[in-house]
């Protein structure tokens, strides 16, 4: 009698929490998996940046002196002064040094002059979408946040709805229908669990600072907003009006050689360049830390004025400062990327077949829904597909900033909106991965056309490979699947 | 826009089984009536599982981090705890209007938990 209670108020947890699972991914699904396509992909930002402008001039490292020439040829250039100038060292996977104002950047030739104009339409559209979804700053920031937010909360529920995930880590039954996409959805949730709910919960960290910064701030801090961040980041001291001669540029990134040979300055920022108050910074990464580098301040003659202690301070300081190459997986050169890129496929298989569940279970049920099944599979489909066309006009047309994103989220709804008017999910899935191939191969096509001599450079070959790749691996999965026997498809339901 | 479509169309495909379901059983009187009142129901748990969740969370983890703060913890290790409490507790509330199957009872709750800590928070203040 015990037992039967038991199992009856199990089953009604299961039940429940996979309505909880359900209602979750039916409402929020699809942008979540948008966000784990461009997750994925992001990672390699600095891969695609290279391959996008491969003609920028390249080198693993840059002088003190080129490094300064170059950011004050830039400087002295502009018409509005800035307020702030970077210069972007060389990194492995980026090796190019960048000069950046408030307005635009410039590549910087290692004998410091200045190159051409760094542009990268694609990648930066890439990573606006993974941001902010393409909204407004804090507005997208918040609502990615909260969309990892949904995240964890779609793992705790379905965790919960499966109390046996454990156990059956390692079941996976073949045959056709809803019960091989269970068993993928459910081991695969179970394997990349640590890797998924850490990432959710990075990304939510850093999409909701904002916004618990700004409830913090006017609870505790009068509505000083930067008083939340100073002491975990350090603060910007009050900008002193007043003309000045340009800080020492060369001095403080000749002392960082010195002093710290074993450490790897990816950015210089001198604050308020020519004022009476201006002052800078070095961000110089840690080998074999999570952080993802510590500030070290300079005056405006060069003179060290100590570091903030994001690599020494307190455990606060070192936890968020690895929050983000935790997310970004960029802590561990190209073994770790390797390894994001393997679960954020992973992720996207496991939102891509959850709802897939959700439609075969009703198809089986006799209760289909096949205009929102082929608007799901225009979401899941439609996303690489789309993104092949604004790569195709980024590097073929020329396009970039608002035009990429009109390209993007017009053709991905009137993708949806012609899927749910053919309400046909098997030749929308057919017809979104035949046109993912078509518009990858013309973007890599133009590419190789565009810069044919440079083909064999490292920072065209990677991303060229892996695009042909993906066309013969998508390519492949179109082949018409050979007929199972009925008998291999009378397995049980989970 | 197209999202907000879909979930349209999911929300109506989901209405229209049970609707089916219940007049397969006879049951076909003041269906309108039921249906209305389950599509407000559906609407009032969207939002208690985003936003209501989410501002619940917000009113802790700041009233969190204004308790730390007078017990004299480390302000970034406050910060630190605040943050990932915010997303943990957002998820947690999330999962929790989703689960719990009478809607008092979780409308109660949430709230509850997001009016507990502004109180605290404008008795301080």
């Given at each position: 009698?015990k037992?039967?209670?038991c199992?009856?108020?199990?089953?009604e947890r299961?039940?429940?929490s996979?309505?909880a699972h359900?209602v979750?991914a039916?409402?929020?699904?699809?942008?979540?998996?948008?966000?784990?396509?461009?997750?994925?992909?992001?990672?390699?930002n600095h891969e695609?940046?290279?391959w996008?402008?491969?003609?920028?001039?390249e080198?693993?490292s840059i002088s003190?002196?080129?490094?300064?020439?170059?950011?004050?040829?830039?400087?002295?250039?502009?018409?509005?002064p800035?307020?702030?100038?970077?210069?972007?060292?060389?990194?492995?996977?980026?090796?190019r040094?960048?000069?950046?104002?408030?307005?635009?950047?410039?590549?910087?030739?290692?004998?410091?002059?200045?190159?051409?104009?760094?542009?990268?339409?694609?990648?930066?559209?890439l990573l606006?979408?993974h941001?902010?979804?393409?909204?407004?700053?804090?507005?997208?920031?918040?609502?990615?946040?909260?969309?990892?937010?949904?995240?964890?909360?779609?793992s705790?529920?379905?965790?919960?709805?499966?109390?046996?995930?454990f156990?059956d880590?390692?079941t996976?039954?073949?045959?056709?229908?809803?019960v091989p996409?269970t068993?993928?959805?459910?081991?695969?949730?179970?394997?990349?669990a640590?890797?998924?709910i850490?990432?959710?919960?990075?990304?939510?960290f850093?999409g909701?600072?904002?916004?618990?910064?700004?409830s913090i701030a006017?609870?505790?801090?009068?509505?000083d907003?930067?008083?939340?961040?100073?002491?975990?980041?350090?603060?910007?001291?009050?900008?002193?009006?007043?003309?000045?001669?340009?800080?020492?540029?060369?001095?403080?990134?000749?002392?960082?050689q010195?002093?710290y040979p074993?450490?790897?300055?990816?950015?210089f920022i001198?604050?308020?360049?020519?004022?009476?108050?201006?002052?800078?910074?070095?961000?110089?990464?840690?080998?074999?830390?999570?952080?993802?580098?510590?500030?070290?301040?300079?005056?405006?003659?060069?003179?060290?004025?100590?570091?903030?202690?994001?690599?020494?301070?307190?455990?606060g300081?070192?936890?968020i400062?690895?929050?983000?190459?935790?997310?970004?997986?960029?802590?561990?050169?190209?073994?770790?990327?390797?390894?994001?890129?393997?679960?954020g496929?992973?992720?996207?298989?496991i939102?891509a077949?959850g709802l897939?569940i959700?439609?075969?279970?009703?198809?089986e049920?006799?209760r289909?829904?096949?205009?929102l099944?082929?608007?799901?599979?225009?979401?899941?489909?439609?996303?690489?597909?789309m993104?092949?066309?604004?790569?195709?006009?980024a590097?073929?047309?020329?396009?970039?900033?608002?035009?990429?994103i009109?390209?993007?989220w017009?053709?991905?709804?009137?993708?949806?909106?012609g899927?749910t008017?053919?309400?046909?999910?098997?030749?929308v899935?057919?017809?979104?991965?035949?046109?993912?191939?078509?518009?990858?191969?013309?973007?890599?096509?133009?590419h190789?056309?565009k810069?044919?001599?440079?083909?064999?450079?490292?920072?065209?070959?990677?991303?060229?490979?892996t695009?042909l790749?993906?066309?013969?691996f998508?390519?492949?999965?179109l082949r018409?699947?050979?007929?199972?026997?009925?008998?291999?498809?009378?397995?049980?339901?989970? | 826009?197209?999202?907000?479509v879909l979930?349209?169309?999911?929300?109506?495909?989901?209405?229209s089984?049970r609707?089916?379901?219940?007049?397969s059983?006879?049951?076909?009187?003041?269906?309108?009536?039921?249906?209305?009142?389950?599509?407000?129901?559906k609407?009032?748990?969207?939002?208690?599982?985003?936003?209501i969740?989410?501002l619940?969370?917000?009113?802790?983890?700041?009233?969190?981090?204004?308790?730390f703060?007078?017990?004299?913890?480390?302000?970034?290790?406050?910060?630190?705890?605040?943050?990932?409490?915010?997303t943990?507790?957002?998820?947690g509330?999330?999962?929790f209007?989703?689960?719990?199957?009478r809607?008092?009872?979780?409308?109660?709750?949430?709230?509850?938990?997001?009016?507990?800590?502004?109180?605290y928070?404008?008795?301080?203040?």
């Open positions: 009698m037992n039967s209670i199992t009856k108020a199990s089953s299961v039940q429940k996979l309505e359900s979750i039916l409402a929020l699904g699809g942008l979540i998996y948008i966000l784990a396509v461009t997750g994925t992909l992001s990672v390699f695609f940046q290279r996008e402008q491969p003609t920028a001039p080198m693993s003190p002196e080129a490094a300064a020439r170059a950011a004050t040829s830039v400087f002295e250039s502009e018409a509005t800035t307020t702030h100038l970077y210069i972007n060292f060389p990194q492995p996977d980026l090796p040094t960048v000069i950046t104002t408030d307005t635009q950047a410039f590549f910087a030739n290692s004998d410091g002059t200045v190159g051409p104009r760094e542009h990268f339409p694609w990648t930066q559209f606006d979408l941001y902010y979804l393409h909204l407004p700053q804090i507005l997208g920031l918040t609502v990615v946040g909260a969309l990892g937010v949904f995240l964890i909360a779609m705790i529920s379905g965790f919960m709805a499966h109390p046996r995930i156990r880590a390692f996976f039954r073949r045959g056709a229908g809803r996409l068993d993928l959805h459910n081991r695969l949730s179970v394997w990349t640590p890797f998924h850490s990432n959710a919960l990075t990304g939510a850093l909701l600072a904002s916004i618990l910064a700004i006017s609870v505790s801090f009068s509505g907003f930067f008083a939340v961040f100073s002491p975990v980041f350090g603060n910007e001291p009050p900008a002193i009006e007043g003309d000045a001669a340009i800080a020492e540029i060369a001095v403080p990134i000749a002392y960082m010195d002093n074993d450490l790897l300055p990816t950015y001198l604050h308020d360049p020519a004022t009476a108050g201006q002052h800078s910074t070095i961000i110089a990464e840690h080998s074999d830390r999570l952080i993802f580098g510590e500030y070290y301040n300079f005056d405006a003659s060069g003179a060290y004025q100590g570091n903030v202690g994001i690599s020494d301070g307190t455990i300081q070192q936890i400062g690895s929050v983000y190459n935790v997310h970004f997986g960029n802590w561990g050169g190209l073994p770790v990327k390797l390894a994001y890129l393997i679960f496929l992973s992720l996207s298989v939102i077949s897939r959700y439609f075969t279970g009703r198809r049920k006799g289909p829904a096949p205009r099944e082929a608007g799901w599979e225009a979401i899941v489909w439609g996303t690489p597909t993104l092949a066309v604004t790569l195709l006009g590097v073929g047309l020329g396009s970039d900033g608002v035009s990429l009109l390209i993007f017009l053709g991905l709804a009137g993708l949806c909106i899927a008017a053919i309400a046909r999910p098997d030749r899935l057919r017809g979104l991965k035949t046109a993912t191939c078509l518009f990858v191969s013309l973007a890599m096509l133009v190789v056309a810069y044919i001599d440079l083909l064999g450079s490292s920072a065209l070959l990677p991303i060229t490979l695009l790749f993906l066309v013969l998508v390519g492949i999965s018409p699947e050979p007929l199972r026997s009925s008998a291999k498809t009378k397995v049980s339901a989970e | 826009m197209v999202l907000l979930a349209v169309l999911g929300r109506e495909a989901v209405s089984e609707r089916e379901a219940k007049e059983r006879g049951r076909v009187a003041e269906t309108e009536k039921i249906t209305g009142l389950k599509l407000l129901r609407v009032w748990v969207g939002f208690l599982i985003g936003p969740s989410g619940a969370a917000l009113a802790i983890s700041t009233a969190m981090f204004a308790v703060k007078d017990l004299g913890l480390d302000h970034s290790i406050n910060l630190t705890i605040v943050s990932f409490a915010f943990l507790l957002w998820s509330l999330s999962v209007a989703g689960f719990e199957p809607l008092l009872r979780k409308s109660l709750g949430v709230i509850g938990l997001g009016i507990l800590p502004l109180a928070l404008i008795s301080v203040a």
